[in-house]
């Protein structure tokens, strides 16, 4: 079946510093890969997608890679303000499994400190 | 406007009530579903439906019936309710039935449920 892994967390940085939360994929068939952040007290935002391999997704400083290959799509900023703490998800739809949901990761808590 | 609303946003009661949670979307959406999120953040598809017909019925008690009066609500009854059942509850919508790949979900604020 599908299945989604990333770090655990909580991760903890310093304004400004830089960002990388792995996340890393299985799948029957071919999938779309997203992330998705959720503020506190907030619901599921999507931050950025990719359907493709070698697609690079990307929004508000944040970016990821689909990497077929070694099948991961890691969340990456080069320099974190405190607005980005939050859950971040890292979630897959696979289309060649005939699904139609989104499978999650079990999240990863950023805290960014001034 | 909010795009997909939930209520009621706090819900607190005794085990082996019966709840509801309403949700509705003004975006003209298809496809709407329910997730499960646990104390430890996982979330988890419950259900989903197109324009009205169930598509997705993930492994969850009967005890949890949605109900879909038209493609714009997707509400969540819970009979029984048990300690286990607390977590928070979000819906969201979609364009099509395929999730994602064409279409992004738009996620509800979250209906936090909590069994005494």
């Known amino acids: 079946g599908n299945s989604v892994t990333q770090m655990e967390g909580p991760v903890t940085l310093s304004e400004e510093a830089f960002l990388t939360i792995n996340c890393t994929y299985t799948a029957t068939g071919y999938p779309s890969l997203f992330w998705y952040v959720q503020y506190p007290g907030e619901g599921l935002q999507l931050l950025l997608k990719a359907t493709k391999a070698d697609d690079k997704g990307s929004n508000k400083g944040f970016e990821a890679t689909y990497r077929k290959e070694t099948t991961s799509f890691h969340l990456e900023k080069g320099s974190v303000q405190v607005s980005d703490s939050a859950v971040y998800f890292c979630a897959l739809t696979d289309s060649g499994a005939g699904s139609y949901q989104l499978t999650f990761g079990k999240g990863t808590k950023l805290s960014v400190i001034p | 406007d909010t795009a997909v609303s939930q209520t009621p946003k706090y819900l607190v009661t005794q085990m082996g009530n019966d709840k509801s949670i309403k949700c509705e979307q003004n975006l003209g959406h298809d496809t709407m579903y329910w997730y499960k999120q646990d104390s430890k953040k996982f979330l988890k598809i419950m259900f989903s439906y197109n324009n009205k017909e169930l598509i997705i019925n993930e492994t969850v008690p009967n005890r949890f019936s949605p109900k879909s009066p038209d493609k714009a609500h997707l509400n969540l009854h819970i009979n029984s309710l048990e300690l286990g059942d607390s977590a928070v509850y979000f819906c969201?919508?979609?364009?099509?039935?395929?999730?994602?790949?064409?279409?992004?979900?738009?996620f509800g604020p979250g209906t936090r449920l909590t069994v005494l």
């Open positions: 969201a919508s979609s364009q099509g039935k395929v999730a994602g790949v064409q279409d992004t979900q738009y």
